[in-house]
């Protein structure tokens, strides 16, 4: 196979590869949350949510600070990835017409480099953008989270529990740009490199993304109340 041609194969099938991986994903998140990580601390914050307002007025301190340190997250991966998305256009359009490399093997045509480099740039936009909304929604449930008017109201709750949640799936977003920027990256030193990326990184990921009977054990049963069911069998036994 020419040198030329392997961008035209190598580099669909590393992305089919990622794209697929992330589909089977949202397929799994949707009609099994639980076998997931993301539909897993969905769930978790739901409940955090509910028992954080239930009293408002006590636990409003707690609740800012914890949002804050999420809002700081996204703030910080939002500066990296605008930070990047200007150094690239800079080197871009510093960058002279006819790249040639021996650490390259594949399209070294100029319109080919410019398409890598565009494919990076837009990775990182939409980190940023993802990111952005994150940081939007964070700080709407920081308002929402401390109004103490919807102590006991289920409806209100829920509200605040969907935004805090949509915040979380942007940061997830934001942060699968990231990861997608890597393979992109490699692309630049050739197509090989870069589907190698794509495989490597569906692997890993798989393993972060998915949950043990374990965890998902200790999310659906609460420690405490087990505990709590173990100390009242000895009294109840004695009481007989």
Request: proline content about 4%; glycine content about 4%.
């Amino acid at each position: 196979m020419e040198e030329k041609q392997l961008d035209y194969v190598l580099v669909p099938l590393g992305m089919a590869m990622f794209l697929g991986y992330h589909l089977w994903l949202l397929f799994t998140i949707i009609r099994n949350p639980t076998r997931t990580v993301i539909g897993i601390n969905s769930q978790s914050r739901h409940k955090w949510l509910f028992c954080l307002m239930s009293d408002p007025l006590k636990n409003g301190v707690l609740a800012v600070q914890t949002i804050r340190n999420n809002i700081m997250a996204s703030t910080l991966l939002a500066t990296t990835a605008i930070t990047l998305s200007s150094l690239i256009s800079v080197y871009v359009s510093n960058k002279s017409s006819s790249p040639s490399s021996k650490l390259i093997y594949g399209n070294k045509s100029s319109l080919m480099s410019s398409l890598k480099f565009f494919a990076i740039l837009l990775c990182f936009l939409v980190a940023f953008l993802c990111n952005v909304q994150s940081i939007r929604y964070y700080a709407h449930v920081s308002f929402l989270a401390t109004v103490p008017t919807s102590q006991g109201k289920i409806d209100a709750i829920e509200y605040v529990a969907r935004n805090l949640n949509r915040g979380s799936f942007f940061w997830s977003l934001g942060l699968r740009a990231f990861y997608l920027s890597f393979p992109l990256f490699l692309w630049v030193f050739g197509p090989i490199p870069m589907f190698l990326c794509c495989f490597a990184m569906s692997f890993l990921l798989y393993f972060l993304d998915t949950t043990t009977n374990f965890t998902r054990d200790m999310h659906s049963h609460s420690i405490k109340q087990e505990a709590t069911v173990e100390e009242a069998e000895p009294v109840d036994a004695h009481a007989t």
